[in-house]
């Protein structure tokens, strides 16, 4: 499939050249195409009628499984200005890069935000780690067992008997933020369970994963720590471990390898931060003016008044926040508010890992959102428009309560394209459903 992709896309290059040219020299606007609906919300608020400003993602579309038509190939090649959000987000711009043009005029808006890592140190200011799952690294990281509230669901794989297999985890705070192991402040160790013999399995950890080797046939005990900075931060209850030679493992064929360009382990999802909109807007704000530099002052004032709605708004979340008796909130979509809940420092647990909308819930997340709603007799449970709703309307059916829709921000349905509807538009909506959710009082 990739293979032909790249054919198309470099059929429709050497089509194009003198198709794009022509077309520059006779069009009266400039052509700016925008990846994803926040930042073309922004460029054709502030452009108006100065730019054809156009989404490239369609109506409706999953944003996270997007991938372009060579029609639309062919569109971005004749663009002015593309406003992309990251790599992470839109590693089809990336390829496009790759096979196409190394000189299209793109702008990754995500290099002029702050950015939310997957290495927050949430729990070193009191949250707790509520996500430890073990990964069969050969296995194409399956998951094999996971940690709940104070024991084990699942086991390792059984170790054959002179061979290794290979054991990864995945961690999350209580955010529902990934915290990454495999860099120099979080570290994955392993050690015997008190009084267990030490002949049968040898282990060492080799970069981000534990590798285990069988020594003789038997059964032992493992206990799992995370540090931070040398600093014990996390540790599991033992697991047992088998050693068998009766056992053989069949590691599947490896999978096609996917192009790796992710640019670290950051939250994709910037547009969720108000203030990172005004960033945003900021940057587009200075790449129109450079398109359009007659119009100078017309683009200044309307991305002035944008700022302002976008400051107003920022004021009222501050002031929600003050004025709310609930401070977690329990989102049943996928992981896209992290950059809201770092900003307005709220509680944020999450039934998903990673930031994907394919990805798979979390049994472990899933009952902790169950349990929270139980024991704080919560009535209300967050979930977003435009995605499955299999795991809101489970919890739902657990707990009773009502699901209230937000906004990932991320595209917008047909009617609601036509219908104008406003990055602005979405941040006053989610605000309100927020107010009856986190229980506003004022």
Known sequence: MKKLWVILSLFIFGFSLSACTFLADERDKPIVIATLFPQYDIARTLADDLADVRLILPPGVDAHTFEPTPRMISDMLGADLILQTSDRMEPWVNRLLSHQSQSLPIVRLSDHVNRVYGDPHDYQEGDTIITFELLDVEMHNAMTAWFHVDHWHGSLPTIPLSETVEIGAFVANARGQAIPIDNDAYRLEARLGDFMPSDII??????????????????????????????????????????????????PDAPAPEDDTQDGDYD???????????LMTQIIEEELITLLPDH????????????????????????????????????????????????????????YRGFSTDAEP???????????????????????????????????????????????????????LSEGLSLIDMFEHNLEQLKIGLRYQN
């Open 362 to 416: 979390v049994p472990t997340a899933l009952a902790e959102m169950i349990q929270t709603m139980q024991l704080y007799q919560l009535e209300h449970l967050f979930s977003e428009k435009m995605l499955n709703q299999n795991v809101a309307q489970t919890i739902q059916r657990e707990t009773g309560a009502t699901i209230l829709y937000l906004f990932a921000m991320e595209n917008v349905t047909p009617q609601e």
């Open 202 to 251: 040898s282990f060492e950890r080799v970069n981000d994963t534990i590798v285990f080797e069988g020594l003789r046939n038997g059964l032992t005990q493992v206990i799992f720590e995370l540090y931070f900075q040398d600093e014990l931060i996390f540790e599991t209850p033992p697991i047992n471990v088998q050693v068998s030679d009766e056992v053989e493992r069949v590691i």
């Open 296 to 351: 100078e002052n017309e683009i200044r004032t309307r991305s002035e008044a944008y700022i302002q709605e976008l400051e107003h708004l920022h004021e009222a979340f501050l002031h929600m926040r003050e004025h709310i008796e609930v401070t977690t909130l329990l989102y049943g979509g996928h992981n896209a508010m992290g950059y809201f809940i770092a900003r307005y420092n709220l509680t944020y647990i999450n039934a």
């Open 268 to 278: 994709p999802h910037i547009w969720t931060d108000p203030l990172n909109v005004i």
